[in-house]
C-alpha cells in the first residue's frame, strides 16, 4: 500500500510516557479515594482522553471524581514529564527515514502533546500538525479524530495509516478506514491485533514497514 499521509499516536508511540502518566493517575486515584491501581489504569485507560478515565471511575465507585481532579493529575503530569520523559527507543531515525506527510492525532490535551514533543526533541519533526481529542466531539475508541487530522491534512481517510500503541486507538483507527501499525511497545500485542493491526515491537522496523528501506531518499 503506498500512503499519502502517516498518522502518528504520542503517548507510547512517540514517547513513552505511558508508565509515568500511569502512574501519576493510578496515585491521584487512590488520593482522592478511588481503588484504582496502575495496573487497572494500564488495562482499561491506556488510549482514552482523561475524561473518559474520570468517567469510568465514576461508574466504577458510584461518585464523581474532585472537582479540581483534572488539575491535580495535570499539574502532576507535567511536573513528571519535565522531569523525566524520553522518546520511544529509536524513533527519531525511523521519524528520518519516513519521507511522507506526517501528523499527530493523539487523546492528549494540545498543551500535553506540545511540551512531550518539545521535551523529546520531536517537535520538529511535525511544526503545527498536532491534533488533539479536545478538537472533535468524541475521542478514541470512535474515529473522529484520525478522520479530523486526515481532513484537516487534506487526504481521504483510506490513504492514511496509523501508528498506535492502544487498542482504544487501533479500533478507532480502523473505524475510520484507515490502516493501522500496532506498536507493542506498551504490551497489547494481542489486544493490537484483535483490532486488525499489523503489529511490530520495534521502531527500526516502521519505516521498512512504511516502504521505505535504509538507503532510499
Wanted: glycine share 8%.
Amino acid at each position: 500500500m503506498s500512503y499519502e499521509l502517516v498518522i502518528f499516536d504520542c503517548d507510547g508511540v512517540l514517547v513513552d510516557s505511558e508508565p509515568l502518566a500511569n502512574r501519576v493517575l493510578a496515585n491521584c486515584f487512590q488520593a482522592a479515594g478511588f481503588p484504582i491501581t496502575y495496573d487497572i489504569c494500564v488495562a482499561e485507560m491506556v488510549g482514552l482522553p482523561l475524561s473518559r478515565c474520570f468517567e469510568l471511575a465514576a461508574e466504577w465507585h458510584g461518585r464523581a471524581v474532585p472537582e479540581d481532579f483534572f488539575d491535580t493529575v495535570q499539574s502532576q503530569t507535567y511536573r513528571a514529564i519535565r522531569a523525566e520523559l524520553q522518546p520511544i527507543p529509536g524513533i527519531a531515525d525511523a521519524m528520518r527515514a519516513i519521507h511522507l506527510p506526517r501528523c499527530v492525532a493523539s487523546s492528549s490535551e494540545t498543551a500535553k502533546i506540545n511540551l512531550s514533543l518539545a521535551i523529546t526533541e520531536l517537535a520538529a519533526f511535525f511544526g503545527d500538525d498536532v491534533f488533539s481529542a479536545q478538537q472533535v466531539a468524541r475521542g478514541k475508541p470512535y474515529p473522529d479524530l484520525f478522520l479530523f487530522a486526515a481532513e484537516q491534512m487534506g487526504v481521504a481517510p483510506k490513504n492514511c495509516v496509523v501508528i498506535e500503541d492502544s487498542f482504544y486507538g487501533a479500533r478507532a483507527g480502523r473505524a475510520a478506514g484507515m490502516d493501522v501499525l500496532g506498536y507493542a511497545g506498551s504490551g497489547f500485542a494481542r489486544q493490537l491485533a484483535e483490532e486488525g493491526a499489523r503489529v511490530f515491537d520495534d521502531m527500526a522496523a516502521l519505516p521498512q514497514l512504511l516502504g521505505f528501506s535504509d538507503n532510499k531518499t
